[in-house]
């Protein structure tokens, strides 16, 4: 299937997941993982080409994926990625003031409250007010995909969420953003280990989050290909899948599988990345626990 075109216009890396690379090595893997987890992958990417077709009733015969809730093989794909996207596009071009916003929303993930809270800007008075605006919404203000660690911050001079958003973030982020200017396809990976100083606050999983959507729009800086960050929920299929390999460049070699997941742009498929490997180890653990009676049951339900 073709990349809708609105995606297509939402994102501007997709010509780096298309364009042509030297034959890689096969991974070094166990085969027997891999078969299970393409076959989770094609069938996940059917399950968003009939939804994205419009098909209605069962979208698959596999009682797992029918019944519960699983993240896109793409993360460009995500609903909420899609709307922290939109908004931010006509910015997109101060990328100082683009940084500032996309880290806000990650951390505030809840789109009704990006809403309603408008933009975050360097200038001192409207930081007052943009707390203001972030302070008077409604509870719960702030979404659960990605897990901010309150802790680090009570001792700081910005202790709560809304003081740390609307006050330390333009503090910190235009160095961060001249820092990131100077990258050429750097790693994910190795860029957190050059912000972290910069943050001032051990935040390497939000990080993570918002490199990414830094690699969608502005690809000549990051490489989503080279190594990368395994987080705690896809750390467990990496070891099954690579054994002792180290895991952030075990993934990294998994371009090296050239699995068509069945959507492409300007009719070349896309490539999975080591980013794209990350997200589908986490949500294979899922699956698998599912299928043996463990985990978190989240039920799938129809977006209205």
């Known amino acids: 299937m073709e990349l809708p075109t609105h995606l297509k216009s939402l994102y501007r890396h997709w010509p780096k ?21 393409d076959a989770f992958v094609l069938e996940r990417m059917r399950i968003w080409e009939r939804k994205t ?4 009733g069962p979208l698959t015969d596999d009682p797992i994926l029918a019944h519960y809730r699983f993240c896109n093989i793409y993360r460009e ?11 931010l596009n006509p910015i997109r071009d101060d990328f100082p003031l683009w940084l500032l916003n996309m880290f806000a929303y990650r951390m505030i993930a809840n789109t009704d409250t990006v809403t309603q809270i408008g933009l975050l800007t360097f200038n001192p008075k409207e930081q007052k007010s943009f707390f203001e605006r972030l302070n008077s919404t409604s509870r719960p203000r702030f979404g659960t995909p990605y897990v901010f660690p309150v802790s680090t ?11 740390f958003i609307a006050f330390h973030l333009p503090k910190v982020m235009r160095g ?16 957190i280990r050059r912000i972290i100083p910069l943050f001032r606050f051990q935040h390497e999983f939000l990080w993570t989050e918002v490199l990414i959507d830094v690699a969608y729009q502005y ?39 050239r699995l068509d997941g069945g959507v492409s742009y300007n009719g070349i498929p896309l490539r999975l990345s080591a980013e794209n490997w990350e997200g589908i180890g986490c949500e294979f653990r899922k699956y698998t626990n599912l299928k043996n ?12």
């Not at 991974?27 to 987890?37: A, F």
Request: glycine letters at 8%; one cysteine or more; charged letters at 30%.
């Open 219 to 257: 690809p000549e800086r990051i490489d989503l290909f080279a190594r990368f960050p395994i987080g705690p929920g896809s750390l467990p299929t990496m070891q099954r899948l690579g054994g002792a390999q180290e895991s952030s460049e075990f993934v990294a070699t998994l371009a090296g599988h």
């Open 17 to 37: 997941h298309v364009s042509p690379i030297p034959d890689l090595p096969k991974p070094l893997c166990d085969d027997e993982t891999l078969k299970q987890i």
């Open 293 to 304: 009676g463990m985990g978190r049951k989240r039920l799938y339900r129809e977006n209205p």
């Open 176 to 191: 961060i953003a001249a820092e990131i200017s100077t990258w050429k396809d750097m790693s994910v990976y190795d860029g």
């Open 53 to 56: 077709r419009g098909q209605k």
């Open 77 to 87: 794909f995500d609903r909420q990625t899609i709307a922290f996207h939109e908004r």
């Open 153 to 163: 911050i009570l001792k700081s001079d910005t202790p709560t969420r809304e003081t």
